[in-house]
């Protein structure tokens, strides 16, 4: 019983998310989605990526990737095949990287630096970019400079600005909680800080 009581969801902590329309696709893309990846499929997603981006962390960029394409296509087939016969990716290729941001003035240790996800950063700036694009979130403007800002990030802080609504604050949260979900971290609402501007 103390344990059943410790981790039972307690009533009204969960979000409701009726009446929010989510977007579904058809039997037939369902399809496309879950299909064997065709050779050329793979290539014209290398080809569209920029040159200078790394995929993995080897050093090895798309440009280097197209150029050797014929010398290597066998084996990132041969990968490909792999992972959609057992949906796992190989060890590593999933890896995230962080960077550390020193704490104090002139760090020593790793205990002196605070580590950042750059992927999970990204993901902050994803929600906040739908939600603009979607008009249900409202960005402040800059002077007479037809610029609206809504986020500014510097290593694990984040300024969220948005126009004096309550709907705004609303959303900010909102955004907020689904980086909590996604992320599985949780944003200190106590150290958090709402002012005008």
């Known amino acids: 019983m103390f344990f059943e009581a410790k981790f039972k969801e307690q009533e009204g902590s969960a979000i409701s998310l009726d009446g929010v329309p989510f977007a579904s696709i058809d039997h037939n893309?369902?399809?496309?989605l879950v299909a064997k990846f065709l050779e050329e499929e793979m290539r014209q997603s290398i080809w569209e990526c920029d040159g200078d981006k790394f995929p993995g962390l080897d050093d090895y960029n798309f440009h280097?990737?197209?150029s050797c394409w014929e010398l290597l296509k066998e084996d990132i087939l041969k990968?490909?095949?792999?992972?959609?016969?057992?949906?796992?990716?190989?060890?590593?290729?999933?890896?995230t990287i962080l960077a550390h941001?020193?704490?104090?003035?002139?760090?020593?240790?790793?205990n002196d630096y605070r580590p950042i996800s750059l992927a999970l950063a990204e993901g902050l700036v994803d929600l906040v970019r739908n939600a603009v694009s979607k008009g249900i979130l409202m960005g402040c403007g800059v002077d007479d400079v037809a610029?609206?800002?809504?986020?500014?990030?510097?290593?694990?802080?984040?300024?969220?600005?948005?126009?004096?609504?309550v709907n705004n604050v609303f959303t900010w949260k909102?955004?907020?909680?689904?980086?909590?979900?996604?992320?599985?971290?949780?944003?200190?609402?106590?150290k958090?800080?709402?002012?005008?501007v």
């Open 79 to 95: 990968v490909m095949k792999e992972f959609h016969r057992k949906e796992i990716l190989p060890r590593g290729s999933n890896a």
């Open 29 to 32: 893309n369902n399809y496309l």
């Open 174 to 190: 909102a955004i907020l909680r689904s980086f909590e979900l996604m992320a599985s971290l949780k944003v200190n609402f106590h």
């Open 64 to 66: 280097f990737i197209r």
């Open 147 to 165: 610029l609206l800002i809504s986020s500014l990030q510097f290593a694990d802080d984040v300024l969220l600005f948005g126009q004096p609504k």
């Open 192 to 196: 958090s800080k709402l002012a005008e």
């Open 101 to 110: 941001i020193p704490k104090i003035e002139s760090p020593i240790g790793l």
